[in-house]
């Protein structure tokens, strides 16, 4: 069974830290593209990061790149969002998912496998 746990989200000020993490099970990080979204209250679902790890590719949403990093430990099986430089508006629940496709994320929607989300708050 696909399982994908997020976790690591908290409370932090603004200009702080978090790691999220996000255990899968059932699959092989390296075989599938893994993306992490994220959803403000009373906004949609976006995606701010994705990973290939056949391609060897990331990707950003402008808002977080160069603040984020995505990173793959095939190891433990399990994918990074390294988050610095936080800000009020980083605030959302962040969800991890898996698309079948090992080259890119497809989006909200069409990943094919989703995490429970992990709830980030930045305080200013």
């Known amino acids: 069974e696909v399982q994908l746990q997020a976790s690591g989200g908290g409370l932090v000020q603004a200009g702080g830290s978090l790691r999220l993490s996000c255990a899968a099970s059932?699959?092989?990080?390296?075989?599938?593209?893994i993306g992490w979204f994220r959803q403000a209250p009373g906004k949609e679902r976006e995606e701010i990061s994705c990973?290939?790890?056949?391609?060897?590719?990331?990707t950003y949403t402008d808002s977080v790149e160069g603040r984020f990093t995505i990173s793959s430990d095939s190891a433990r099986n399990t994918v990074y969002l390294q988050m610095n430089s936080l800000k009020p508006e980083d605030t959302a629940v962040y969800y991890c998912?898996?698309?079948?496709?090992?080259?890119?994320?497809?989006?909200?929607?069409?990943?094919?496998?989703w995490g429970r989300g992990t709830q980030v708050t930045v305080s200013s």
């Open positions: 998912a898996a698309d079948t496709d090992p080259n890119y994320c497809s989006g909200y929607g069409y990943m094919d496998y």
């Open positions: 059932g699959f092989t990080v390296d075989d599938y593209a």
């Open positions: 990973i290939s790890s056949s391609k060897g590719s990331t």
